[in-house]
């Protein structure tokens, strides 16, 4: 023989373990052999290549669990297959049959790809194995290490499965999956397929994909036959619940057990199986992913034995979207139209906060999307998709246009507009072509396979904290649809949204709360022909920097012969326009882009500074915006290229005389050129931005820019008497107010030596007017308070400095040092860009009346609690010394040539008496540390 070593035409018979079992083995044949009721596996390759499994009968294998007592096999976790290959470098298995088993039937590793080249002496192939009556048919398991060969493709082939009371394929790896002639009838769930990929936290695209093909899918070749049914009471069943699929909308236990020919695919990171749940997800999905069925055969799909039999079932007991399904060269046999999909309706309970947390439902049900692209499925060439629009009307279950975001239902004068005169329609936006099918719920588009999967992604990890679901996706045909996002994983919601959009539509975005400061978009599965037009709208007036591929794309009205300045131009952006063109409409705050199948579009909002000054009537004439900006940029020190845009506004204000005195207002927007690419560097960052910009308010607030105004000749005599400041990164538009006085609003009082006073000072700004001023300086630069002993302006106070912000300094741990009676003074610290005798001219120093300083409240605070010890085992305490009144560490321990003892014994409490007496080692000290730092007594022990 050809092969040296084999077992062939052997019967093996009420085994109590595994019959066969080769480890470390290579080129042996197994083959033409009967394996009989035995327990736990048949046939086990642990490891070793190119061995040869062939025309195996194996029959009743009973699971471990149900030779054992309920009270061991309730904590039997096994899940063993007849024929277990996965763990073999390569496998032959040829003309198998396993008709019997508890639990699996075979665990492979499966085969590489097509494509892949394996070395030549590597044989591993799979064809013509066969299962009757399983648990699972053939299972891959996400730990699985899988062929060394391919670790991109994993080809599940030749694999027939019949009456498989959970899964006909499970399938669960960490590669894509491609499942080639295989049949599967008259199973619960035929086909399951799940894909990790990276965590979406990541930001990571793996370009997941699932496909089948040439293959047949039969849900009832029995139809008649509704005594057909496993056995509940079984505790092969009854301890096998984590691994019983949860994905059809009609349960095993307490149901009529529905089959599903095609479970959506999910891409996520690991599930945990087999340890937990098998079907459900613990994350957030992947950013990618694709499912296809191709010329496979779908047959007697029906409503039989009270079971609505699916082809293609969305997972019910998943709550977040998942990636479409195509479908081309169908065969179709005896399957009703009412049982090809089944979507399913939002279960009431995802409204709860621990699960969608927004009051909508999630989108699990309501952005799902079958693409028949031939016409082979539907007749036509058709595409379904969930209704989301679903509850819309019915109380207590609905969503109403309450939950549209408020910036999308109101004008530009900040009134509160009807939105469903101009958008009267809600969920996907869709064509005449669409209609209800209710037993789904979707909507069946005949002629119509142009829809995608638009991914929104935010790129900040902080806006996990907040809340910007639901969105608002508004199409140009007129609908609005909401967007929830995925459920929350760790009491945390990833801001990343899938919406259903048709190509060659334009689509207004709007979120719940601001919008994301990075946000990546995508259509998945889609090739460069199609085309989109998205606009998002922004809080306040942004520099939005657009990058097509990672490449920075200028917008249309970028004046082409200068650096980025911006012409006064209307948007340009249409489907024609080339890849990534942009355009921000200022009236209207919407950044609009040309998306298309091939490109990920990125718009990244970048630091910009917007300079309103306010002036007595001006026009064009009367001065040149360029000399503006030249002479703006050389007052504060910065390249006049960075100011990019100079216009006037003009305003006119109505008096009481009624009589209408115009103004004006001098916009001047400053930033730096945009960066060439994602990648690079170097660029101006908002550090730096933020310099120039706490110049030019330092020195408007302390009454200087005026002068400057005029000794500079910026607008001739015209000077500001106003400024409105947006800064970098920020929504908000501020009205400054040039400072005039201060006042001392809250002495400090109740001061201890070294500790912070109990009542800390708060000092006011007022302008001119007696208006509290809320904001000095800059965001990133505000002004600043310190405190000083008069005539002793050398001694060193603990917290003497505070920000001034919200209208008051900010004072939290001011004190003073030492015993006795002071008086204290608070001055602003001269800021960037200010002259330093307007302060020392200005009134802006206040003084308190005398303060009393007396003892120190001490009190300790232990550091490291020592709750386990043995008799003469040596330990340490660390003690905080703190103020006993405010619990805040006091600012020395060293001071007026104190000297300190430390005392420790045992606190006796009221229900324990100890036996016992701390000793201290003659070697040990206590240790006074340098100050501000825990005292510490080592070497302590218990006796």
């Known amino acids: 023989s050809a092969w040296p070593t084999y077992i062939r035409g052997c019967s093996f018979d009420g085994g109590f373990n595994t019959a066969v079992s080769l480890k470390s083995t290579h080129f042996m044949s197994i083959a033409n052999n009967v394996i009989y009721n035995t327990y736990r596996s048949a046939l086990t390759i642990i490891s070793g290549r190119n061995n040869i499994i062939d025309s195996n009968l194996v029959t009743t294998v009973y699971w471990s669990g149900t030779a054992q007592s309920r009270s061991v ?107 080639d002639s295989c049949t599967s009838v008259d199973n619960y769930i035929g086909i399951f397929a799940f894909v990790v990929g990276p965590a979406a936290e990541s930001h990571q695209i793996s370009r997941s994909r699932v496909v089948i093909q040439n293959s047949v899918i039969v849900g009832s070749i029995t139809p008649n036959d509704c ?156 595409s379904a998709i969930s209704q989301a629009d679903i509850f819309g009307n019915t109380p207590g279950r609905g969503i109403d246009d309450n939950e549209i975001p408020s910036a999308a239902k109101t004008d530009l004068s900040g009134q509160q507009i009807n939105i469903s005169v101009e958008y009267p329609y809600r969920g996907i936006a869709r064509s005449l072509a669409c209609s209800l099918q209710k037993a789904l719920p979707m909507y069946i588009c005949d002629h119509k396979t142009d829809y995608y999967l638009l991914i929104i992604e935010s790129m900040v990890s902080y806006d996990k904290a907040r809340t910007l679901a639901p969105v608002a996706i508004l199409s140009a045909s007129g609908y609005i649809d909401l967007l929830a996002g995925p459920r929350l994983y760790q009491s945390t919601r990833l801001p990343t949204f899938t919406a259903i959009v048709h190509s060659d539509i334009t689509y207004k975005i709007y979120f719940h709360d601001y919008p994301p400061q990075h946000i990546r978009f995508r259509l998945i599965n889609a090739n460069p022909s199609v085309r989109c037009i998205v606009a998002v709208y922004y809080n306040s007036i942004q520099q939005i920097d657009v990058y097509a591929n990672g490449t920075y794309v200028s917008p249309t009205n970028r004046n082409q012969s200068t650096v980025l300045t911006l012409l006064d131009e209307p948007n340009k952006v249409n489907l024609s326009s080339p890849i990534g063109a942009n355009y921000y409409d200022r009236t209207y705050r919407l950044l609009y882009f040309l998306i298309t199948g091939d490109t990920t579009i990125e718009a990244k909002e970048s630091s910009l500074l917007i300079l309103g000054f306010g002036l007595r009537a001006l026009n064009d004439s009367t001065f040149y915006t360029d000399n503006v900006a030249s002479n703006l940029a050389y007052v504060f020190g910065f390249d006049r290229t960075k100011i990019r845009r100079v216009k006037i506004v003009k305003e006119s204000r109505t008096g009481r005389s009624s009589n209408n005195e115009e103004s004006s207002v001098l916009l001047i927007e400053i930033r730096d050129e945009p960066r060439f690419s994602l990648q690079s560097t170097g660029s101006l960052s908002s550090e730096v931005l933020s310099i120039i910009a706490a110049k030019i308010i330092n020195t408007y607030q302390s009454g200087e820019l005026t002068q400057n105004w005029k000794n500079y000749n910026i607008t001739g005599d015209i000077v500001p008497t106003s400024l409105n400041v947006q800064e970098p990164l920020n929504d908000s538009n501020i009205n400054l107010r040039i400072i005039n006085r201060t006042k001392l609003w809250t002495v400090p009082d109740q001061c201890r030596q070294q500790s912070p006073c109990t009542i800390q000072p708060i000092i006011i700004a007022y302008d001119s007017d007696g208006n509290v001023i809320e904001k000095l300086g800059s965001n990133d630069h505000p002004w600043q308070v310190k405190a000083t002993i008069v005539n002793q302006p050398n001694v060193t106070l603990p917290g003497a400095i505070a920000n001034y912000t919200n209208g008051q300094t900010q ?132 006796d």
């Open 227 to 382: 005594n057909d049914k496993i056995n509940l009471s079984s505790s092969n069943i009854q301890y096998s619940t984590i691994a019983m699929p949860t994905v059809s909308q009609d349960p095993l236990i307490n149901g009529n057990g529905s089959r599903v020919g095609v479970v959506y695919p999910l891409f996520s990171i690991s599930n945990g199986a087999p340890i937990q749940s098998w079907t459900n997800t613990i994350s957030n999905p992947s950013l990618d992913g694709s499912t296809s069925i191709r010329n496979t055969t779908i047959a007697l799909f029906n409503d039989v034995c009270g079971r609505h039999d699916t082809v293609i079932q969305v997972p019910q007991s998943n709550t977040d979207a998942k990636f479409p399904i195509e479908t081309s060269s169908i065969s179709r046999y005896n399957v009703s139209d009412s049982n090809i999909i089944f979507n399913g309706e939002p279960d009431i309970a995802e409204r709860e906060p621990a699960i969608c947390n927004n009051g909508i439902y999630c989108d699990g049900r309501k952005k799902n999307l079958l693409k028949d692209l031939d016409g082979t499925i539907f007749s036509a060439p058709t």
């Open 73 to 179: 096999a309730e904590k039997n976790t096994d899940y063993d297959a007849a024929i277990t290959t996965d763990k073999t470098t390569s496998v032959v298995m040829t003309n198998n049959l396993v008709a019997g088993v508890e639990r699996l039937a075979f665990r492979i590793k499966g085969d590489v790809c097509p494509g892949v080249i394996i070395p030549s002496y590597i044989n591993n192939t799979h064809s013509n194995n066969e299962v009757h009556s399983a648990m699972a048919g053939v299972s891959i398991w996400p730990n699985d290490r899988g062929s060394v060969f391919d670790r991109q493709c994993l080809l599940i082939k030749g694999f027939k499965v019949y009456k498989a009371w959970y899964y006909g394929l499970y399938i669960n790896s960490i590669r894509n999956v491609t499942i």
């Open 811 to 942: 004072y939290t741990l001011f004190g003073l040092p030492n015993i006795g009676t002071f008086e204290v003074q608070f001055a602003f610290i001269k800021p960037d860009g200010s002259n330093s005798s307007f302060f020392q001219n200005a009134n802006l120093t206040v003084q308190t009346d005398p303060i009393t300083v007396t003892n120190a409240t001490l009190a300790g605070q232990q550091l490291n609690n020592v709750y386990v010890i043995n008799i003469s085992q040596a330990f340490d305490i660390s003690i905080l010394l703190i103020d006993n009144v405010t619990r805040r560490q006091i600012g020395q321990t060293q001071w007026d040539d104190w000297k300190w003892t430390a005392n420790v014994t045992i606190y006796t409490l009221p229900k324990f008496q100890p036996q016992g007496t701390v000793i201290k080692l003659n070697t040990s000290r206590s240790l006074l540390s340098r100050p501000n730092k825990p005292v510490t007594i080592p070497d302590l022990t218990i």
